[in-house]
């Protein structure tokens, strides 16, 4: 229920922008004085006074100014900031990289992840486009050393999974080759359930390898399926909310912990539009791990062909307009270069 008067939706506001800024408790003198407001500091101590006691600032000490609280910055993502955007200018800069990038999906990745940490300031988390029904687009099998054969699976999507075989006798390329073409004319397009269907003259060697495609396939379909990339860890931990070994520590969990993460991501980016972002903001009272956090996450690419997640991690102090319109600006590149992919 808003019960905020504009005065009050106001000082908030200041409040938040001040402490993101600065990281030092707010008191009504300087939010005075600062923004050049046009009552006094009398009334915007009474205002501060008022929005401690519904829950949305906070005084960590007797004498001290007061700082926003988890559900303050709740308030103000949902109800004040609006909807944020990144400056034209950014916006072509970013894209211009993309563009350079080709549709090497690797180094797509790598930027995103980069550009994510460099605009808002916070640790960057992208996972690689998943095939919510993977499905085979092409094989091939390289003769290496003796009996070391790599297999190169490619499906639509643009997802590239490679592993060593170890083959029971050595086979000559042309056999290789053979062998990988069969199965390209057979399998072309289809999906895991249609390649464990596959009826037809298929030789032993062959058959290892379908059932090789199958466990492939089948990884690739789990949610994280792929590398997850990370940059600006450096930016979170210079942080001094991050100064505590214990604070610290759960946002490594959340970034290294494939199980954590991929739980995360399950009940909450996962489950909405592609393109909606999500703020979390102190775990929600879900994540204890977070309980010092926020994250800011959005889920790209196109339903039903391949999806992909990507997010930031910070203090809950977070600048969430830059932040919020920057993994929204990327998640629409990524969603692109899906749609690309799978026209090709």
């Known amino acids: 229920m808003d019960n905020l008067s504009e005065r009050q939706k106001l000082i908030l506001a200041l409040v938040i922008r001040d402490y993101i800024e600065t990281a030092q408790p707010v008191g009504s003198a300087r939010l005075v004085q600062q923004y050049h407001l046009d009552f006094s ?8 006074v008022a929005l401690t006691e519904m829950g949305y600032l906070r005084q960590p000490h007797t004498s001290a100014g007061r700082v926003p ?41 790598r930027l995103a992840a980069s550009v994510l940490a460099h605009h808002s300031q916070a640790a960057s988390l992208v996972t690689a486009p ?52 069969h199965i390209n004319a057979s399998a072309q397009g289809l999906t895991l359930e249609g390649i464990n269907n596959l009826s037809g003259q298929f030789d032993a060697l062959e058959q290892d ?38 604070v610290a520590r759960n946002a490594l969990r959340i970034l290294e912990e494939r199980s954590l993460l991929e739980d995360l991501l399950n009940r909450t980016v996962l489950t909405g539009n592609v393109g909606g972002v999500q703020v979390l903001i ?23 062909l391949a999806t992909g997640t990507l997010g930031v991690l910070g203090p809950i102090r977070m600048a969430y307009g830059q932040t919020i319109s920057t993994v929204r600006y990327v998640a629409g590149l990524l969603s692109e270069l899906v749609v690309d992919l799978h026209a090709e």
């Not at 500091?41 to 501060?48: E, K, L």
């Not at 297999?151 to 056999?175: I, N």
């Not at 390898?209 to 990370?230: F, T």
């Not at 879900?286 to 339903?303: H, K």
Request: charged share 25%; aromatic share 6%.
């Open 130 to 181: 998943h095939t919510e029904q993977a499905r085979f687009k092409h094989l091939e099998l390289i003769g290496t050393q003796g009996r070391q054969v790599l297999m190169v699976l490619v499906m639509s999507g643009g997802d590239v999974r490679q592993q060593m075989l170890s083959l029971a006798e050595p086979v000559v390329q042309d056999h290789l080759s053979a062998v990988a073409a």
């Open 282 to 304: 102190g775990g929600e009272g879900t994540w204890e791990e977070l309980r010092d956090c926020s994250m800011v996450l959005a889920r790209y690419g196109v339903p039903g």
């Open 209 to 246: 390898v379908l059932k090789l495609i199958v466990e492939d396939m089948r990884r690739a379909q789990k949610v994280l399926a792929g590398e997850v990339y990370r940059d600006g860890l450096a930016h979170v931990l210079t942080e001094p909310e991050f100064g505590e070994v214990e």
């Open 69 to 109: 609280s988890e559900e303050g910055y709740r308030y103000f993502v949902r109800q004040l900031m609006g909807h944020t955007d990144l400056p034209s200018n950014t916006k072509r800069t970013i894209a211009h990289q993309f563009y350079q990038a080709g549709h090497d999906v690797d180094r797509w990745m």
């Open 41 to 48: 500091s009398a009334t915007v101590r009474n205002d501060m």
